[in-house]
């Protein structure tokens, strides 16, 4: 019987990833490197730790992590100022899933400051009872610690946690967790291989909850 419902953010509960491609792509131009959207996607679902870390020394750039971070997340935020809204249909699944005591968490390879801001432009932050972001745990996706994590904040085994992510890492994240999961196909997180998921869906209101829950 699933108990509780983690949650990815970008791409999930928030058709965001397009814009953070973007951001990112900007910030890279800034240090003279023209990336690709499908380069960029491979990092989908990882850190920006991890992705401008390895981005930074593979094109040899003067620059450090932190101050690419700062850059990427001006230009995010000001994108985000006039788009921020849930996918579609997720804000009727977090009001089922609450109406039935289901426990509800975000895990997300986001900073804080982001999480926060993003529920509370969408009003759903009082939806979750738990969020695990990206300064909360040392390793990020596709390593299991993030899912872990949240699942110990809502006192629940793996056994009992149900992910939802649209994220090659994540969907593998989420397995390593021991945990069931279900691939959102989203157009804007580029062409993520989520064939590791439980089940894959390409909107919200495929999903069976009495099913799913079970």
């Not at 240090?31 to 991890?50: N, P, Q, W």
């Not at 101050?67 to 985000?80: A, P, Q, R, W, Y």
């Amino acid at each position: 019987m699933i108990k509780a419902v983690i949650f990815d953010l970008d791409g999930v509960l928030v058709d965001s990833e397009h814009l953070h491609i973007k951001a990112e792509k900007q910030t890279l131009l800034k240090h003279g490197v023209r990336i690709s959207s499908e380069e960029l996607h491979r990092y989908t679902g990882t850190t920006a730790s991890f992705m401008f870390t390895e981005l930074i020394n593979r094109y040899k750039l003067n620059t450090t992590f932190m101050k690419m971070f700062d850059e990427k997340e001006k230009i995010l935020f000001n994108l985000l100022r006039h788009k921020v809204k849930p996918t579609k249909g997720v804000t009727h699944l977090l009001m089922e899933l609450r109406r039935k005591n289901i426990k509800l968490a975000i895990a997300s390879s986001s900073h804080k400051k982001l999480i926060d801001y993003l529920l509370e432009q969408m009003d759903i932050a009082g939806c979750f009872d738990f969020v695990v972001a990206s300064e909360d745990v040392a390793c990020g996706k596709p390593d299991p610690e993030i899912f872990l994590k949240a699942a110990n904040g809502l006192s629940a085994s793996p056994d009992e946690c149900l992910v939802i992510e649209d994220s090659k890492l994540g969907v593998r994240a989420a397995k390593k967790a021991g945990m069931k999961c279900v691939g959102y196909r989203n157009p804007h997180s580029g062409d993520q291989d989520l064939s590791e998921a439980d089940i894959v869906i390409d909107n919200f209101s495929e999903l069976n909850l009495e099913e799913l829950l079970a």
